[in-house]
């Protein structure tokens, strides 16, 4: 179903800002963050600089496809490291092995946040990133919080529903090509649906913003992404990433 795209009337708020409705949830609490490079709190500061600076316990930052500060390649391993601004470990969740964390690592924190810039497509592995983390949190009975961002393909449904004979690393739950929800909505889809388990989920939701919004993203979500145009675009070319042609990575104009 394709919504008409409406102007921002009012700034859209991210979840982040919204720092009443889950600093008291961290506060006293060993926490661990699954970010990127796009988990800003405001146009000057990271998320993970905000926390650090206020005091929050962060004992760990698990990073998605692209790494922690979204500069690697698609595809591409991402290695464990330290981050040189305030010294907390990095943990890979994409580096060819590590779907989830080792028990060791999970008994380490007791609430994970999630806030992650996605752009509402099957394929983009953020979400699944987030889904198989949800896994183990509901395994080990922690808590999770997912700070939501607008989803700029979010005014439309489109494409088939993946067979699930064919579930992967791009592919994870049985939604259409473009399934037009935010992160937090696809999480409480899939735990409500039964494609992930049940974990306690919170998810602080942005201000101004529904799926009529026209949301530009402030920051590329992929080396790849690096244009609202190809955002737009890439939900259909990216399907021709399975035959010979080029969609133009590592080019000015990528997917267009």
């Known amino acids: 179903m394709l919504l008409p795209m409406v ?18 949830l961290l506060e006293g609490r060993r926490v661990a963050l699954l970010v990127n490079h796009t988990a800003m709190y405001s146009a000057e500061e990271h998320v993970v600089d905000m926390l650090h600076r206020e005091g929050i316990n962060i004992v760990g930052i698990f990073a998605p496809e692209h790494g922690f500060r979204g500069a690697v390649e698609a595809g591409a391993k991402v290695e464990d490291g330290t981050d040189s601004k305030t010294g907390i470990a990095i943990l890979s969740l994409y580096n060819g092995n590590t779907q989830r964390p080792s028990d060791d690592v999970m008994r380490s924190f007791d609430v994970l946040v999630v806030d992650m810039q996605d752009v509402g497509l099957r394929f983009y592995t953020y ?39 064919y579930k992967s690393g791009v592919g994870h739950i049985p939604v259409p090509i ?36 026209h949301y530009t993203l402030p920051i590329a979500p992929s080396p790849n992404l690096p244009t609202q145009h190809s955002i737009y675009l890439y939900p259909s070319t990216c399907l021709f990433e399975g035959t010979v042609m080029s969609m133009g990575r590592g080019t000015e104009a990528p997917f267009e």
């Open 178 to 213: 473009v399934h037009g929800l935010t992160m937090g909505e696809i999480a409480l889809m899939a735990m409500g649906e039964g494609w992930t388990k049940r974990a306690e989920i919170s998810v602080v939701r942005c201000a101004n913003y529904d799926h009529t919004t």
């Open 127 to 165: 979400y699944i990133s987030m889904l198989r983390m949800i896994d183990a949190c509901a395994d080990h009975n922690k808590r999770v919080i997912i700070l939501d961002r607008p989803n700029p393909n979010g005014h439309y449904v489109d494409g088939p529903i993946l067979d699930m004979r």
């Open 7 to 24: 102007a921002m009337a009012e700034e859209v708020l991210v979840g982040a800002t919204d720092t009443a409705a889950y600093m008291p």
